[in-house]
């Protein structure tokens, strides 16, 4: 999995940092374990901090021309974290001596548990993977590849609890959040938004050229706007065999046009067949009603 490859620096740091407390500290490895890589975690919560504190600032009502102040509420009700300043990444990293090896562990320890998530353990780490797992593959059907990794860590973490075998899930946890970052991410770097985004993955295959790719990415946005505009919009369309098979054809003719559709030098009748009829399962379920509540929901 190329995004789970791409932190692997991330963990060699990290695996360093503990080499270092191993060598020059007095700390066992089960004292700094937790709050090491609760560093790597308060990363990763500020960043989304970050994401929404300034929508969630202009949202907020006023009484005598002056904002209510932000509470932990505004945060948790999106899956975010409300950091005082003081435990804050930048204001960590910024500290006159920053040397890793002098943080005063239990004082980080106590900013963690004050978290109204308390996601500093195992399972409540476990927990907000899951919930950020769930939401990601509604939206796109081909993100399984973290499913299954998230399986795997579950399926050894359960088979024996022992010190080492929470850390390490403690670790593999972290390193699958940084990874949903970089997916959450992706339709950004492609040029398409989260709903073209899972047409294009159901279009694209192996080896093509970057024309090819940049065709595909047209080809998913502009089927996805045809349907939108007329087909998906009929009352209970999943309900009546005429109105699935109405927006069925309409998927497989917009595939199969020279003019709209898939590069035929790429794609054999077949190849659209297949694409054509895993396009229309993913709209079965994902556009009940448009707009696609999978789509609208909060993050």
Do not use: C
């Not at 991410?185 to 294009?200: H, K």
């Amino acid at each position: 999995m190329a995004q789970l490859e791409h932190i692997e620096a991330i963990e060699r740091r990290l695996w360093g940092t503990a080499d270092t407390l191993r060598a020059n500290s007095s700390y066992a490895s089960n004292e700094y374990f937790l709050p090491v890589m609760g560093l790597v975690f308060l990363r990763h919560a500020y960043s989304r901090y970050l994401a929404v504190k300034d929508g969630i600032e202009d949202s907020l009502p006023t009484r005598g021309g002056k904002k209510r102040a932000l509470s932990n509420e505004d945060f948790s009700r999106i899956s975010a974290i409300f950091l005082q300043p003081k435990a804050q990444f930048d204001y960590l990293v910024a500290l006159p001596v920053y040397d890793i090896s002098q943080i005063d562990f239990d004082r980080l320890k106590q900013e963690f548990e004050r978290s109204p998530k308390k996601r500093t353990t195992v399972q409540d780490l476990r927990q907000a993977v899951e919930t950020r797992l769930q939401r990601l593959m509604q939206k796109n059907p081909l993100r399984t590849n973290f499913q299954r990794y998230f399986e795997e860590i579950i399926v050894n973490y359960n088979r024996e609890k022992d010190r080492v075998t929470i850390e390490n899930t403690f670790a593999a946890l972290l390193k699958l959040i940084l990874a949903l970052d970089e997916e959450d991410d992706r339709a950004i770097r492609e040029g398409l938004d989260e709903e073209s985004l899972a047409i294009f993955d159901l279009l694209k295959k192996p080896e093509l050229s970057q024309a090819e790719i940049k065709k595909i990415k047209s080809v998913a946005a502009d089927l996805l706007q045809t349907l939108k505009s007329e087909k998906l919009r009929i009352d209970q369309w999943r309900d009546k065999e005429s109105t699935r098979d109405a927006v069925r054809v309409t998927i497989h003719d917009f595939l199969y046009s020279d003019e709209t559709g898939l590069p035929v030098d790429s794609y054999s009748e077949e190849d659209v067949d297949r694409r054509s009829n895993d396009v229309f399962r993913h709209v079965f379920r994902a556009y009940p009603t448009v707009p696609s509540p999978f789509y609208t929901m909060q993050p």
